[in-house]
């Protein structure tokens, strides 16, 4: 329960041309106080990879809607759990509810109210871009670039395939970069996302998506390596590493 508990959070709480091509990849890069976070992200009509390398180590999460699946590998602890997505789904419903009925808090006013005001046109890396100013709550939170040509590219198809498997009990709590993603899915790609600080002391956050290409289908396979600890939720070790 706690570590299901822990990927809600990660997944929902805090914190991309389907042709000829069998798959697309995108190179991000997430920067804060110097600190940069790498983040290659592989698409197929039903599958992603995202892999983010930084100073912390290297995590790879694995979305496999047609498996119904969810892989986390861990390499610096040496560990990896394995998941149903639709179990996880399924948990993020009944911890809605949970929180509801013990009354600790009201989830209806915990969702924020997210507004968008266009800016104007511009280049933004190698794409004619849109700026946008979004506000949370009436307070100022990001500065935000879409290329509006990207809009069909299979990295936004995965994402809005995946956010139509979420039940309105669980998409209203998204967190709000993932809401403001679902606000710009139909306008285009977001490739620049500037986090405005809320005070002095708070480092400001920038999220640039750097290319955007055809690979191959055989990018996304992936190998836990052997050693790794099983940490999945007890409802899942029958999936153990064979």
């Not at 600790?104 to 997210?114: F, L, M």
């Not at 209203?172 to 809401?179: E, G, I, N, P, Q």
């Amino acid at each position: 329960m706690k570590k299901l508990m822990s990927v809600f959070f990660v997944l929902f709480i805090f914190p991309v041309f389907m042709s000829a091509s069998e798959a697309w990849s995108t190179v991000e890069e997430v920067e804060a106080n110097g600190q940069v976070v790498t983040k290659n992200i592989f698409v197929t009509e039903n599958m992603m990879k995202m892999d983010n390398i930084g100073a912390n180590g290297r995590i790879e999460t694995i979305i496999d809607i047609k498996s119904d699946k969810i892989t986390i590998i861990n390499h610096k602890t040496n560990s990896f759990q394995e998941f149903q997505l639709s179990q996880y789904i399924s948990f993020a419903e009944q911890l809605a509810k949970d929180i509801r009925a013990q009354g600790y808090i009201d989830p209806e006013t915990v969702i924020p109210e997210i507004s968008f005001e266009k800016k104007g046109n511009m280049k933004t890396e190698d794409w004619d871009s849109e700026e946008w100013f979004v506000k949370v709550d009436g307070k100022p939170y990001s500065r935000v670039w879409i290329a509006p040509e990207m809009k069909n590219s299979p990295i936004l198809k995965f994402k809005r395939k995946f956010a139509g498997l979420l039940p309105d009990s669980v998409a209203k709590y998204r967190s709000v970069d993932a809401k403001i993603e679902d606000h710009f899915a139909d306008k285009g790609m977001i490739i620049k996302m500037e986090k405005i600080p809320r005070n002095r002391k708070m480092p400001v956050v920038t999220h640039t998506v750097k290319n955007v290409r055809p690979v191959s289908k055989e990018t996304l396979s992936f190998t836990i390596p052997a050693g790794f600890r099983n940490t999945s939720a007890p409802a899942t070790n029958e999936t153990d590493k064979k």
